[in-house]
């Protein structure tokens, strides 16, 4: 089920993930389509990383119960840090994707297609 069904969005935006973003996040998402709020990714500073890094914000009300806890286990393996601490730190900050991991984005927004 996904989290934010009750307020599911008019217009839906998603990046793709490339290879190497596959090998990291494949399992999450297994056909590769990444829900983000805006297909044109933004700045992002984040920690461990000196210079800002382009990123999209992935939409966490369009992810399953599976898929938040499958990222939550990511950043605990990585990182160490207990998992109730990065759930919190996803809630309140957002969890970005860097474009590194990003072949391209798309929409259901035909303002986004017109030119």
Not at 39 to 66: A, F, H, N, R
Not at 71 to 100: A, M, N, S, Y
Request: hydrophobic share 35%; aromatic share 12%; charged share 30%.
């Amino acid at each position: 089920m996904i989290r934010g069904e009750s307020m599911a969005r008019k217009f839906k935006h998603w990046a793709y993930l490339n290879e190497e973003g596959k090998k990291l996040y494949g399992e999450i998402y297994p056909d590769g389509e990444v829900p983000v709020l805006s297909m044109i990714p933004g700045w992002q500073k984040l920690e461990g990383i000196s210079e800002p890094q382009q990123c999209y914000m992935v939409y966490l009300d369009e992810l399953t119960d599976e898929q938040f806890e499958k990222t939550v286990d990511i950043f605990h393996q990585k990182f160490g840090v207990p998992k109730d601490i990065i759930r919190k730190e996803i809630r309140e900050i957002g969890l970005p994707l860097r474009v590194k991991y990003v072949s391209g984005a798309g929409t259901n927004h035909p303002g986004f297609l017109l030119p």
